[in-house]
T-cell receptor
Framework: SQQGEEDPQALSIQEGENATMNCSYK?????LQWYRQNSGRGLVHLIL?????REKHSGRLRVTLDTSKKSSSLLITASRAADTASYFC?????????????FGSGTQLTVLP | SQTIHQWPATLVQPVGSPLSLECTVE??????LYWYRQAAGRGLQLLFY??????ISSEVPQNLSASRPQDRQFILSSKKLLLSDSGFYLC????????????FGPGTRLTVT
């Protein structure tokens, strides 16, 4: 079963606004990652936050991690139409031999020009 | 730099026909390789992963199989396709020493008719 679950499932905002997506998970993790998928394309890695980190920034992206609540959020600031895509969180478990990631069901973000 | 190729990009196959999807990776040795399936508007389901040549682990029992005949080649196969095999198939790799970021191919859209 999918461990990471994103919320909301769909989000529609105006260009220039901020977009916030949330992810919850169930088991202990080494790190949590966020990926982006444009329609009909492969996933692209955006950012990774380790279990001992609480916040991380990359350009217009800000990720937070609360291991006590087993949750993470992805904030995209000053959104652009080109940010329209599906966003997935993925958890890297604290155990397991092949370092399998478990992906959530994604948030579909639409940024209206 | 590392790159990953998948082909074909799209495929329409009748029920009961065989399947062979190929994935190759360039620029790294002994990667972990993964096959995922994504239903429309959904998250990723891990099908198979491989930590080395000839080493395949299956996550979901089904009529699909995977093989890794060479270090950087991963093949997804079926002897007889079912309607339920339709979906978007993604190959990914992780290279040794990374904190488990995965890099995805462009995907294959399979429609079983």
């Amino acid at each position: 079963s999918q461990q990471g679950e994103e919320d909301p499932q769909a989000l529609s905002i105006q260009e220039g606004e901020n977009a916030t997506m949330n992810c919850s998970y169930k088991t202990s993790i080494n790190n949590l990652q966020w990926y982006r998928q444009n329609s009909g394309r492969g996933l692209v890695h955006l950012i990774l936050i380790r279990s001992n980190e609480r916040e991380k920034h990359s350009g217009r992206l800000r990720v937070t991690l609360d291991t006590s609540k087993k949750s993470s959020s992805l904030l995209i600031t000053a959104s652009r139409a080109a940010d329209t895509a599906s966003y997935f969180c993925a958890t890297d478990p604290a155990s397991g031999s092949a370092r399998q990631l478990t992906f959530g069901s994604g948030t579909q973000l639409t940024v209206l020009p | 730099s590392q790159t990953i190729h998948q082909w074909p990009a799209t495929l329409v196959q009748p029920v009961g026909s065989p399947l062979s999807l190929e994935c190759t990776v360039e620029g790294t040795s002994n990667p972990n390789l993964y096959w995922y399936r994504q239903a429309a508007g959904r998250g990723l389901q891990l099908l198979f992963y491989s930590v080395g040549i000839g080493q395949i682990s299956s996550e979901v029992p089904q009529n699909l199989s995977a093989s890794r005949p060479q270090d950087r080649q991963f093949i997804l196969s079926s002897k007889k396709l079912l309607l339920s095999d339709s979906g978007f198939y993604l190959c990914a790799f992780r290279y040794g020493g990374s904190p488990n970021e995965q890099y995805f191919g462009p995907g294959t859209r399979l429609t079983v008719t």
